[in-house]
């Protein structure tokens, strides 16, 4: 969320209001998406087969139909624009991606290092 924000702030700096505005609004629907995801999941452990499937099932559908508003927002507004709300939408699965790429892209990977590094000399 936060590479979505200053991302949005930079583009609202260069006039692009409703670029920033629809990364912001796609990026914040993804993040209640994945809290969503968050506390659905555990409720379907422990239930029998058909009680885990039907829990699933309506998730997903609810958590489409969130989806959804951003797109129908940006479709039919202007102040938004339709392809950066699509960007924010996948913002998350985005920086998932670029943190479990090779090339250490930030002080985690760094610090992930220095403990492989600090057990294998152990």
């Known amino acids: 969320m936060t590479v979505a924000i200053i991302l949005a702030v930079g583009l609202i700096v260069i ?3 409703a670029a920033g505005k629809g990364l912001v609004l796609g990026a914040l629907f993804s993040v209640i998406n994945f809290v969503l995801i968050g506390l659905t999941l555990p409720r379907t452990v422990g239930h029998g087969k058909r009680a885990s ?3 699933s ?3 997903l559908l609810l958590r489409y139909t969130l ?3 951003p797109l129908i927002l940006a479709i039919k507004l202007d102040p938004l624009n339709l392809i950066t709300v699509l960007i924010g939408i996948f913002m998350i699965q985005l920086m998932i991606l670029l943190d479990h790429l090779p090339i250490p892209l930030g002080q985690t990977r760094v610090r992930q290092k220095q403990v492989r590094q600090k ?3 152990s």
């Open 57 to 59: 099932l309506v998730s």
């Open 53 to 55: 499937i039907l829990i």
């Open 15 to 17: 006039g692009e209001k």
């Open 67 to 69: 989806l959804a508003i």
């Open 119 to 121: 057990r294998a000399s």
